[in-house]
């Protein structure tokens, strides 16, 4: 049944890409809240990936069943709107007086040192750290494999250590 809404949606009938998205909505929204808390965000990486699906739909090779083709074309958006728009710094934790602004300031730091990272190593500490995903889901939707994952989690650990920001926090060594 894909294959032929596949075939119809590459032809160019807009009831077939419709009811082929229809299938996949859910994961797509799903990649799309892991990378945006903001509604209004998710509304328009959603509508951009909707855009840019309707508009590469017929440089579909069929090489990849169409969701796995989907999916890293959310996942390609995705990163895309990771690299131009900064991570937002944690909100303060409790709204009353006695707020930990060590604590606070210290967060802060490791957010603009995570900011600092390059793509991968920022996307798969921020997958990792920010919204609790596995080394193997990170892999999957980065197509790459678990090792690489953990090297580019390694690599963006030690560099946020050494940010000059960060140093300023850490204890001195006796």
Not at 27 to 50: A, H, K, P
Not at 64 to 72: E, G, K, V
Not at 130 to 149: D, Y
Request: glycine share 4%; charged share 30%; net charge positive.
């Amino acid at each position: 049944m894909n294959d032929l809404l596949v075939k119809k949606a590459r032809e160019g009938d807009h009831h077939a890409f419709l009811a082929l998205l229809k299938r996949c909505d859910r994961q797509l929204m799903s990649v799309v809240c892991r990378f945006t808390g903001d509604l209004y965000d998710r509304e328009d990486l959603y509508q951009d990936i909707f855009l840019h699906c309707f508009q590469s739909i017929r440089s579909y090779r069929g090489d990849a069943p169409f969701q796995t083709w989907l999916y890293r074309l959310a996942l390609n958006r995705c990163i895309d709107y990771m690299r131009k728009k900064p991570i937002v710094e944690p909100a303060e934790d409790s709204p009353g007086p006695e707020i930990d602004w060590e604590r606070r300031e210290k967060l802060a730091a490791v957010h603009r040192a995570m900011n600092r990272l390059d793509g991968p190593r920022r996307i798969c500490f921020h997958l990792s750290y920010v919204e609790g995903w596995a080394v193997s889901e990170i892999a999957e939707m980065m197509g790459c494999s678990p090792g690489t994952v953990k090297s580019h989690l390694d690599r963006a650990r030690k560099k946020i250590r050494k940010d000059h920001e960060v140093l300023i926090w850490q204890p001195n060594p006796s």
